[in-house]
């Protein structure tokens, strides 16, 4: 394949001799200052999605992708009809019934405000990973025999919650809840609990705040009889909740039922993330322009340097066009060579990471315990594009400089 003589003499101008020595340092400089800024917004950037991707995992795994309610918060009262209905939509995998309500957790050493999860044993797997996430004890929910008495109800408790009320594995507690209770003589309901399980998700609003009970405990305890506050649906992919919540909410007619998916339900965390990560992408692209300044200035004196040669090309017939063309390539031959070697750097970074794991986090400080990395090919893309334009926008001003010499006055004193 026959290159334009452009480009050929843009390489040759790019190759190191004695006398452009100072300039093809210069140039190299450039080079790898693009390449820098191609692998820092890698390694960044891929940093950011695997923040982001254990962030929504831990999330969703503990809560779901879709929820299904009625207005006003009415409660589901038919939630097994309901569940029939819309179990075989296209893209469900599993449903739940659940009661979520505000209670008081107390034993001897004292009592704290909770969030109360009534779950069914049954389905719960289908919706949620709270199983995985247990690290004491075990997720038994349903009645536990006792040496002396009847069997009571199991549940699992946050791990700051724990800690917080120095709980043990097989202790006694109790839930009251003030469902029901409309005035200062009414006793609100008070049930007991064991103590099965500790759980922790790695974020301290669930840690802290959330307890798991069976649905029919917590039915009782709300006085919710055979309701539920709503449905979770789990799905095949995440991604496409806010079709499927529209499917489910229009196979049930509409209201009183509405569905929030799991972005609507955190959107404030995902789109500050999201917005987090293109800050971080227009910031470090200052690398990148601050290499395509030397980029300006290595072609500026290649143009004072090759006064003579572009003389002599424009006496030889080469147009404006031409000479304009010879230094764009200049400049996107440093672009391509610096982002080729960047995404290099970037990418062997990034799967040094993934495969050994070399940088790690303090288990007790965060949810992780070694930097998480997720490379996307749609990142090296706009990275890679990214970095082109701006090389190539550098060129533009000594190319149009270069163009505008005249042929008499670039070689009268040669």
């Known amino acids: 394949m026959n290159l334009p003589y452009e480009l050929f003499i ?31 917004l890698i390694i960044v950037l891929s940093v950011m999605n695997g923040f982001e991707s254990e962030v929504r995992e831990r999330i969703i795994g503990f809560d779901t992708h879709v929820r299904l309610r009625t207005f006003h ?25 659940y009661i979520l309500d505000k209670g008081m957790l107390r034993n001897a050493d004292g009592s704290s405000g909770v969030m109360v999860r009534g779950a069914d044993p049954a389905t719960i797997d289908q919706v949620s990973d709270i199983r995985d996430n247990i690290v004491y004890g075990e997720l038994q929910l349903n009645e536990v025999p006792q040496a002396e008495g009847n069997p009571l109800p199991g549940i699992v408790v946050g791990k700051y ?105 955190r959107q404030n965390l995902f789109s500050w993330m999201q917005m987090e990560k293109w800050a971080m992408f227009i910031i470090l692209c200052l690398i990148i322009i601050v290499a395509a300044f030397n980029i300006i ?84 893309l706009l990275i890679s594009l990214a970095s082109l334009l701006i090389c190539l926008v550098s060129s533009l001003y000594p190319a149009k400089k270069a163009a505008k010499l005249v042929p008499v006055d670039a070689i009268r004193y040669e």
């Open 10 to 40: 843009a390489r040759r101008y790019l190759k190191a001799r004695k006398k452009g020595g100072f300039i093809n340092l210069i140039t190299y400089i450039s080079i790898f200052g693009v390449a820098i800024g191609v692998a820092a």
């Open 73 to 97: 918060g009415q409660g589901v009262d038919n939630y097994e009809d309901v569940i029939s209905k819309i179990e075989n939509v296209d893209g469900i995998i599993g449903t739940s019934p």
């Open 161 to 265: 919650i724990a800690d917080e009320l120095r709980l043990d594995l097989g202790e006694r507690v109790f839930i009251m809840s003030m469902a029901g209770v409309r005035n200062t003589f009414t006793m609100p309901p008070v049930q007991p609990f064991i103590v099965t399980g500790f759980f922790e998700t790695g974020f301290y609003e669930y840690d802290a705040s959330y307890v798991y009970i069976s649905l029919s405990s917590a039915q009782k305890l709300f006085r919710m009889e055979h309701e539920a506050s709503g449905i979770e649906i789990r799905l095949t992919d995440l991604y496409q909740a806010k079709r499927i919540a529209e499917a489910v909410v229009e196979k049930l007619g509409g209201w009183p039922y509405y569905a929030r998916t799991w972005f609507e339900m």
């Open 297 to 380: 200035s290595t072609l500026i004196m290649v143009v004072m340097d090759k006064t003579r040669e572009i003389g002599i090309l424009k006496s030889m017939g080469a147009n404006n066009r031409s000479i304009s063309r010879i230094f764009i390539f200049e400049g996107i031959v440093v672009g391509v060579l610096g982002t080729i070697i960047g995404g290099l750097i970037g990418f062997l970074l990034c799967w040094a990471q993934q495969k050994y794991q070399f940088f790690s986090l303090p288990g007790d400080v965060y949810f992780i315990n070694s930097l998480p990395v997720k490379m996307k090919a749609l990142d090296f």
